[in-house]
C-alpha cells in the first residue's frame, strides 16, 4: 500500500476515554466536539489552517454562566471524528501518515474545513490531493479509495473523487484486457467458444498470462483472467454499477464484464452460491478501517429484507451485457429461481428467459428443473417457465448459433455427429430435443401434470430434431404409468407424439410387449420393425448375391432393395472389401452372413407370435408378410443363398 509521512513533531495527543488532549505546556483553551469524542485544543493552530475553524472561534459567543473555554460543534464533518483527528495533527505538524484507506476521508474533512493554501502554504488540501494522483495509479490503493468513499458521500461525489477512481480502475482493467486479448476489442469479438467454456466460464481460471506493467494491475493477475473479479465484489452495487457501465464505455469486451457480474451476484445472491448468503454482508464505517465487507444495497444493514434482495437481483440482470453466452446458462438459471423465489418484476424474470432461450443447448438437466414457486402451485416443477423458455429458442433465427435449425440442417447435423461420435457436432435443435426428452421424463411422474401441458411442451420441438425417439417414448411410458386413469382416446392422442419409425430396436422390443401402450400403437410398432427387417434381409441377400457374381452386378430380376443406416453402411464395407480381392467372398462371411439371416428370421417369428398374442386372429400372418412384401423377398433370396 502507498503511504507518505507529513509532519515533523513527535506524538502529544493522548486519548483518555472519548477524549482527545493535546499534552503541551499551554492550556487548551477550545474544546471541538464530533459526535461522541471531545478535543481539548489551542486556537492558534487551528486558527493558522481552517478558514471554518477561524470563523467559527471569531464568531463564537461565550455564555453568561459560562467559563472561557471556547466550544464548537462539528457533527456534520466528513469522515467523523477520525478524519477531524488526523486534521488536528496536521495542524499542529505532528506526525500523521497517509495511505488509500484514509486519503479520501482526510481530504474531505480538509475541503470541509476550508484548509487551502490561503491559510497556509502546503495545506492539507494540497498534501491531500497530491498523495491521492499517486494512490490512482495504482490499482489496489485505488480499489479501496473507492470503498472510504462510501462514508463520505455526497462530498467525495462533489470533489469527483469517486468518479476520478472508477475512471482510474476502468482504464487500468480495460488496457490490461485489451493487452491480454489482442485483436478482439477492435474486431468485437471474443474467443472462441469452446476456449470460452474452459475452466469455469469466459476465461475465469484458465491461467492467462497478463501483460500490464508499470504497477498498473497487481502480480495475482499471474493467476487468470480474472484477477480484479474479487477486488470489485466488495464495492457496493451502485459504485459497482458505475464501475461497470465505466469499463462499457472503455470497450470491454462482454465477456469480462459478465464475469465480473457473476462473480459478483454469486457472492450475495442466495442459491447461486450455497455456502455464502447475501444477508451475510455487513458495512464497515470507519474510514480507516480495514474491513472490506460492503453491503451490496446499502451502508449499515446487516440483514437485507426481501424487498432489497429483488432490487439487488433486477439490477445485476439489467446490468448484464446483451451479447448472447457472454453469462452461462447456468448463472442465468440460477437467477431465474432466485428471481421467482424473490417474486421479482415479469420484465426481469422475461429477460432471463430470454436469455436462456437463447443458448438453451448449453443448459443441463439438472439446472431446468426450476421448482413451482408461484402462488397457486399445481406441479411440482414450472412447466410453464420451460414451456417460454423452449418458445424463445425456437423463435430465435440466426442459425446454428441459435436455437432454431432447418430440418435440412438438423439432419446433416445429425449424421455428421453420427460418423464423428462427438455430441458437440450435433446441431443445437437436437441437442435441445434430447434435454426437452429427459426433462419430459423427470415431470412426467408428477400426477398434477395434466395431458394438455405434457403435450404442448413435447409438441415445441419439430419430429425432425429427434434422430431417435427412443427419448420421447420413454418419457410417454412414465406418464402413462403414473397416469393410469387416461382414457383409450387418450392414449392414443398422447402416442402421437412418437414417430414409431424411429424407435430403436430396443424400444420396439420393450414397446411391443408394453400392456400400457394402445393396440394400434403396439400394431404399427411391429408393423415398421416388420419393414426394417424385410429391408435388412433384402441388404444382406443383395450383398451374398453380388458375391456370388462377377463383381457388383446383382442377379438379373432382382428386386432387392438397398438397405438404409447400419445395414447399408456394413454393406458398403463388404463390396469395397470384396472389389479388392478380385470380387471374392471369403468363406467366413458367407457363415457370417447366413448366421444374420438365421437371427432376424427367428424375430419375425417372434413378433408373429406377438401380433397373435395381441387378439388380432383376422389380420393374418400372410396377409401382413403380403402387406410387407416379406415373403417375396424371402422367396426370391432362396436360390441366392442355396447356390452358395
Avoid at 370 to 379: A, D, K
Wanted: hydrophobic share 40%; aromatic share 8%.
Amino acid at each position: 500500500m502507498t503511504t507518505i509521512k507529513l509532519g515533523s513533531k513527535p506524538e502529544m495527543f493522548v486519548l483518555e476515554g472519548l477524549t482527545w488532549r493535546c499534552t503541551t505546556e499551554l492550556e487548551s483553551d477550545v474544546v471541538v466536539e464530533v459526535g461522541e469524542m471531545s478535543f481539548y485544543l489551542h486556537k492558534f493552530p487551528l486558527l493558522s489552517r481552517s478558514g471554518v475553524l477561524q470563523r467559527m472561534i471569531g464568531e463564537y459567543q461565550a455564555p453568561e454562566d459560562g467559563g472561557n473555554m471556547c466550544t464548537l460543534q462539528l457533527d456534520d464533518i466528513p469522515g467523523g471524528a477520525k478524519a477531524f483527528e488526523l486534521a488536528a495533527r496536521f495542524c499542529y505538524d505532528v506526525k500523521i501518515e497517509l495511505n488509500a484507506l484514509n486519503v479520501v476521508c482526510l481530504r474531505c474533512a480538509a475541503e470541509y474545513l476550508r484548509m487551502t493554501d490561503d491559510y497556509a502554504e502546503g495545506n492539507l488540501i494540497t498534501q491531500a490531493e497530491s498523495f491521492l494522483a499517486d494512490v490512482l495509479a495504482n490499482w489496489k490503493d485505488s480499489i479501496k479509495a473507492l470503498e472510504t468513499c462510501e462514508s463520505v458521500l455526497p462530498t467525495a461525489e462533489d470533489l469527483q473523487i469517486v468518479s476520478r477512481c472508477i475512471t482510474a480502475l476502468a482504464s487500468k482493467a480495460c488496457a490490461f484486457d485489451a493487452a491480454a486479448w489482442p485483436g478482439q476489442a477492435a474486431a468485437g469479438g471474443g474467443k472462441s467458444a469452446s476456449h470460452d467454456r474452459d475452466g469455469l466460464w469466459n476465461g475465469i481460471g484458465t491461467g492467462g498470462t497478463p501483460r500490464g506493467g508499470s504497477g498498473a494491475v497487481p502480480s495475482s493477475a499471474c493467476s487468470g483472467m480474472d484477477w480484479w473479479y474479487e477486488d470489485v465484489s466488495f464495492l457496493s452495487l451502485p459504485m459497482f454499477k458505475r464501475l461497470i457501465q465505466a469499463m462499457e464505455g472503455k470497450g470491454m469486451r462482454a465477456e469480462s464484464i459478465a464475469g465480473a457480474i457473476m462473480f459478483y451476484a454469486g457472492r450475495f445472491l442466495p442459491g447461486l452460491k450455497r455456502n455464502t448468503s447475501f444477508s451475510n454482508a455487513s458495512f464497515g464505517g470507519d474510514c480507516g478501517a480495514g474491513s472490506r465487507s460492503i453491503t451490496p444495497r446499502a451502508a449499515n444493514v446487516s440483514a437485507p429484507s426481501e424487498g432489497d434482495q429483488r432490487y439487488f437481483l433486477e439490477e445485476i440482470v439489467a446490468l448484464l451485457p446483451a451479447k448472447k453466452a457472454v453469462a452461462s446458462t447456468r448463472f442465468l438459471l440460477g437467477m431465474l429461481r432466485t428471481a421467482m423465489l424473490l417474486h421479482a418484476s415479469p420484465l426481469c424474470r422475461e429477460n432471463l428467459e430470454r436469455r436462456i432461450g437463447a443458448q438453451l443447448e448449453d443448459a443441463s438437466l439438472d439446472d431446468l428443473l426450476v421448482p413451482n414457486l408461484g402462488y397457486t402451485v399445481e406441479t411440482l416443477y414450472d412447466i410453464d417457465c420451460v414451456q417460454r423458455i423452449l418458445d424463445y429458442f425456437m423463435s430465435s433465427t440466426d442459425g446454428l448459433g441459435t436455437g432454431y435449425t432447418t430440418p435440412a440442417v438438423a439432419e446433416e447435423g445429425s449424421l455428421e455427429a453420427t460418423h464423428a461420435g462427438s455430441p458437440s457436432s450435433l446441431s443445437p435443435i437436437t441437442i435441445v430435443a434430447k434435454l426437452m426428452d429427459g426433462y419430459l421424463a423427470e415431470v412426467a411422474p408428477d400426477t398434477n401434470l395434466k395431458l394438455p401441458k405434457f403435450q404442448a411442451l413435447a409438441a415445441v420441438v419439430p419430429d425432425y430434431a429427434r434422430p431417435v425417439d427412443d427419448g420421447i417414448y420413454r418419457a410417454m411410458d412414465i406418464y402413462l404409468k403414473s397416469h393410469p386413469w387416461l382414457s383409450e382416446s387418450e392414449r392414443e392422442q398422447l402416442c402421437r407424439l412418437m414417430n414409431c419409425q424411429k424407435l430403436s430396436l430396443e424400444a420396439c422390443t420393450h414397446a411391443a410387449q408394453n400392456e400400457r401402450l394402445p393396440l394400434r400403437v403396439v400394431v404399427q410398432v411391429l408393423f415398421f420393425e416388420q419393414l426394417r427387417l424385410r429391408t435388412s434381409i433384402a441388404g444382406w441377400f443383395f450383398v451374398s448375391g453380388n458375391a456370388a457374381g462377377d463383381g457388383a452386378q446383382p442377379h438379373p430380376g432382382s428386386t432387392a432393395v438397398v438397405p438404409k443406416g447400419a445395414a447399408a453402411g456394413q454393406a458398403d464395407a463388404d463390396a469395397d472389401a470384396n472389389e479388392g480381392k478380385g470380387g471374392e467372398l471369403p468363406a467366413e462371411a458367407i457363415t457370417d452372413v447366413k448366421a444374420r439371416v438365421s437371427e432376424l428370421e427367428k424375430e419375425c417369428l417372434r413378433m408373429k407370435q406377438e401380433i397373435r398374442r395381441l387378439g388380432r386372429p383376422r389380420m393374418s400372418w400372410s396377409l401382413l408378410g403380403g402387406k410387407c412384401g416379406f415373403g417375396n423377398k424371402v422367396q426370391q433370396a432362396q436360390p441366392a443363398m442355396s447356390g452358395k
